[in-house]
């Protein structure tokens, strides 16, 4: 899994691939520590995402409760897959999908 980052003065997008799972999720968590800093606007584009490990999802639920507190996340272009994990765990109640 690689991801992209792009930022736009107080927005960060972030690009996902492949699968995100407990090992990716980890290096993810460490890298939104320092990359959501002062940032009011994170984006999460799963346009390209086929899979998402409940550690994953753990990650994007601390993204959101920071950024709840900073400004607003946003997860667009998840495949139907990731829609029903989304949907199963109750996630779609708790992210802002589009």
């Not at 690689?2 to 492949?18: A, P």
């Not at 959501?36 to 993204?63: H, Q, T, W």
Request: hydrophobic share 45%; net charge negative; charged share 30%.
């Amino acid at each position: 899994m690689t991801f992209e980052y792009f930022n736009e003065g107080k927005v960060l997008i972030l690009g996902l691939d492949k699968k995100l799972t407990a090992i990716t999720a980890d290096e993810l968590e460490k890298e939104l520590k320092t990359r959501l800093k002062d940032i009011e606007e994170f984006i999460v584009d799963m346009s390209k995402l086929a899979y998402i490990s409940s550690a994953g999802l753990r990650v994007l639920l601390k993204a959101q409760k920071l950024m709840n507190i900073q400004g607003k996340m946003t997860i667009k272009g998840a495949a139907p897959e990731v829609m029903k994990i989304f949907e199963t765990t109750g996630f779609n109640e708790i992210l802002n999908l589009e």
